[in-house]
């Protein structure tokens, strides 16, 4: 079986990045990654479990990227 994986990388508008990544593991479950990044590449989240309950992947993806902007968003990066 194929690993199948969506990979989602922004540039919010304060500086910050984010990466989300949501695949579906060869088990069949699904591994979520989060990472939001200040302007100089330093980490403020790197969370390799978030847990978005009874979602399929592409749900997940949007839930894990959402939660990553409201970390990134609320950020001052001044």
């Known amino acids: ?3 199948r994986h ?4 922004e540039t919010l508008s ?4 984010i990466k989300v990544k949501a695949e579906i593991l060869r088990d069949g479950s699904l591994g979520m990654f989060i990472g939001v990044y200040r302007p ?3 980490v ?7 847990s978005p309950h009874l979602l399929d ?4 993806l949007d839930w894990a990227i ?3 902007k ?4 609320s950020q001052r990066t001044l």
């Not at 409201?70 to 968003?73: D, M, W």
Request: charged letters at 20%.
């Open 40 to 42: 100089d590449g330093s």
């Open 1 to 3: 079986m194929t690993e």
């Open 57 to 60: 992947m592409e749900a997940a």
């Open 70 to 73: 409201t970390i990134g968003n």
């Open 66 to 68: 959402e939660k990553a």
């Open 44 to 50: 403020i989240v790197e969370d390799n479990h978030p």
């Open 6 to 9: 969506i990979i989602h990388s």
């Open 14 to 17: 304060n500086g910050c990045t």
